[in-house]
């Protein structure tokens, strides 16, 4: 699985700045993410953009104070710039392309996208970077397709994690499990939530997910006393990651802790993305990361030891 952030998709704009036309007059954004690109780019250029049917109905957003001196009627532009964050099979594209040119067959209407799919280059005018598939990106990843076989954990990620005078796991953790704060909202039903709450806070769980409208098909829980046994066990990751790698159509798990992210993804040997930190943990890396510290390490006690001698 490719992961793009947000950060990655406007450094792939800025490094390929000079790929745009110089005599582009307006940005057209395909909804919805489509939007986040073209108001980069926009930005960046210092050019006015809208969405699709802001140019069909001759509306643009709006530019501030800044854009006051640019054309606000978009039937005088030109050359029109209609881009999108990605591109995959080009379908979204095409039916935009068709639209657009029947609207205005008189503008010279040009098709990007940051993203582009290896093979399909050909869809458009011009694309900013390729980017393989399987991918998913920062900004879709929660309402994304692998989130109905993922492994998804509950505090820190749907709901605020607990404070301190909060997990007693007495009374004031029983308010919390019933009145927790959500947080990310995820529209598709997940795969299994798997959580480090103890089975006997399992109704009150279900009651809230129910609440807040969380569909999923599957919820394990720790199976243990109380917290004082859960701590003793001192296995918050590990627990996740074992359950993680027996679910072999799982692809992804979502935590929100970096350090439990990590603990899931080396005893799973699968990827695993951290809310916390907003970034995407191969275990390849964790080796690769293992293996380049102990190298570190010897070298060092080589310099080291022979001056204590």
């Given at each position: 699985?490719?992961?793009?952030?947000?950060t990655?998709?406007?450094?792939?704009?800025?490094?390929?700045?000079?790929?745009v036309?110089?005599?582009i007059?307006?940005?057209v954004?395909?909804?919805?993410?489509g939007?986040?690109a073209a108001?980069?780019?926009?930005?960046?250029l210092?050019?006015?953009?809208?969405?699709?049917?802001g140019?069909?109905?001759?509306?643009?957003?709006?530019g501030?104070e800044?854009m006051?001196?640019?054309?606000?009627?978009?039937?005088?532009s030109?050359?029109?710039?209609?881009?999108?964050?990605?591109l995959n099979t080009g379908?979204?594209?095409?039916?935009?392309?068709?639209r657009?040119?029947?609207?205005h067959?008189?503008?010279?209407?040009?098709?990007?996208?940051?993203?582009?799919?290896?093979?399909?280059?050909?869809m458009?005018?011009?694309?900013?970077?390729?980017?393989?598939?399987?991918?998913?990106?920062?900004?879709?990843?929660?309402?994304h397709?692998?989130?109905?076989?993922?492994?998804?954990?509950?505090?820190?990620v749907?709901?605020?994690?607990?404070?301190?005078?909060?997990?007693?796991?007495g009374?004031?953790?029983?308010?919390?499990?019933e009145?927790?704060?959500?947080?990310?909202?995820?529209?598709?039903?997940?795969?299994?939530?798997?959580?480090?709450?103890?089975?006997k806070?399992?109704?009150?769980?279900?009651k809230w997910?129910k609440?807040?409208?969380?569909?999923?098909?599957?919820?394990?829980?720790?199976?243990?006393?109380?917290?004082?046994?859960?701590?003793?066990?001192?296995?918050?990751?590990?627990?996740?990651?074992?359950?993680y790698?027996?679910?072999?159509?799982?692809?992804?798990?979502v935590?929100?802790s970096?350090?439990?992210s990590?603990?899931?993804?080396?005893?799973?040997?699968?990827?695993v993305?951290?809310?916390d930190?907003r970034?995407m943990?191969?275990?390849?890396?964790?080796?690769?990361?293992k293996?380049y510290?102990?190298?570190?390490?010897?070298?060092?006690?080589?310099?080291?030891?022979?001056?204590?001698?």
């Amino acid at each position: 699985m490719h992961y793009r952030t947000i950060t990655d998709l406007n450094t792939a704009i800025i490094s390929n700045l000079h790929k745009v036309p110089a005599d582009i007059d307006v940005i057209v954004g395909i909804p919805r993410s489509g939007l986040l690109a073209a108001n980069f780019l926009a930005l960046h250029l210092h050019l006015p953009f809208t969405d699709v049917s802001g140019f069909l109905e001759n509306r643009l957003l709006a530019g501030g104070e800044r854009m006051k001196d640019f054309k606000s009627d978009i039937r005088q532009s030109s050359t029109v710039l209609v881009l999108d964050d990605s591109l995959n099979t080009g379908s979204s594209m095409e039916k935009v392309r068709n639209r657009l040119q029947t609207k205005h067959p008189d503008k010279n209407i040009l098709f990007s996208a940051v993203f582009m799919r290896p093979g399909n280059e050909h869809m458009v005018d011009f694309h900013f970077e390729t980017c393989p598939v399987p991918r998913v990106f920062e900004w879709n990843l929660m309402n994304h397709p692998v989130i109905e076989d993922a492994c998804v954990d509950i505090d820190g990620v749907l709901c605020l994690d607990p404070a301190p005078g909060q997990n007693d796991d007495g009374e004031n953790y029983l308010e919390f499990v019933e009145n927790a704060s959500p947080l990310l909202r995820i529209r598709r039903p997940i795969g299994c939530l798997v959580t480090n709450r103890l089975e006997k806070y399992r109704r009150q769980t279900e009651k809230w997910l129910k609440k807040h409208g969380i569909q999923y098909r599957e919820l394990i829980m720790r199976d243990l006393p109380d917290k004082k046994a859960r701590l003793e066990a001192a296995e918050h990751g590990t627990f996740k990651g074992r359950i993680y790698k027996k679910r072999t159509d799982s692809k992804l798990f979502v935590e929100s802790s970096y350090k439990q992210s990590r603990d899931i993804a080396r005893v799973s040997g699968k990827m695993v993305y951290c809310v916390d930190k907003r970034v995407m943990i191969q275990p390849n890396g964790l080796y690769a990361q293992k293996y380049y510290a102990r190298r570190v390490l010897k070298k060092l006690k080589r310099m080291v030891v022979p001056l204590l001698f």
